[in-house]
């Protein structure tokens, strides 16, 4: 991993790390050895939904608990972070092992969502959590402003009334592929719906969440938001 590479990462997350060694370490996957970004990415992860979800409290005074629950779920899924890691191309960056890198683990979805919340939580040993939760507020900023409590409802049962309301087919659900080991399972799922010339696909660690990141895939590219 060059300089250079690591540099312009640096300026696409917007912060310059103090410690290097925390940066390098938030991009090591487990498959690269023992010292891995796991307990980062346990850090990150809480900082990220403390952060989200107190940022949805102040947005939406009238929200109630379900909806801001379902709305922070959507914020920080794997499927987002995955979507906001490739934005801020830190697959190119990633340090994997041998195998990762042959079965191309620098664009799986679960391991660019985990590198996103190592990130966090390497920010905050970096610099606080100040800047930690700024920088989160900056990555996040245009997907908090395009949310509505409309958004807070199950992304299958609003892709489906959206497509009821226009008396269309309901959307086909199908599971293509499932990888990883058994303990550590990832499903992707493709969503067929009228209006779409082809089918879009979801990714997750179970079935229901992979028909939820379709679902919210394809009603974006219906509304075009996508």
Not at 26 to 32: E, G, K, P, Q
Not at 107 to 113: C, F, M
Request: proline fraction near 2%; aromatic fraction near 6%; charge should be neutral.
């Amino acid at each position: 991993m060059t300089d250079l590479l690591l540099e312009r990462l640096c300026q696409r997350l917007g912060h310059r790390f103090e410690r290097r060694d925390l940066l390098e370490l938030a991009l090591t996957h487990r498959s690269h050895g023992s010292r891995n970004n796991e307990r980062l990415e346990f850090l990150g992860d809480s900082i990220l939904g403390f952060t989200i979800g107190a940022a949805l409290f102040e947005k939406f005074p009238e929200g109630r608990e379900g909806q801001l629950s379902r709305l922070r779920a959507q914020l920080v899924s794997g499927e987002t972070l995955a979507k906001l890691a490739r934005e801020m191309e830190i697959g190119d960056c990633l340090r994997l092992g041998e195998g990762e890198m042959k079965s191309g683990g620098f664009r799986r979805a679960s391991i660019l969502a985990d590198a996103v919340e190592a990130l966090i939580g390497a920010i905050y040993l970096d610099a606080g959590l100040e800047a930690a939760r700024e920088r989160v507020l900056a990555w996040f900023a245009s997907r908090l402003q395009n949310l509505s409590l409309e958004t807070a409802k199950d992304p299958k049962t609003r892709l489906q009334e959206w497509l009821q309301a226009r008396q269309k087919p309901l959307p086909e659900y199908k599971v293509v592929e499932i990888a990883g080991a058994e303990h550590a399972q990832q499903f992707v799922v493709e969503c067929r719906v009228s209006g779409l010339a082809q089918p879009v696909r979801g990714e997750a660690s179970s079935r229901r969440n992979a028909e939820k990141a379709a679902a919210t895939e394809a009603y974006n590219r219906l509304t075009g938001q996508g």
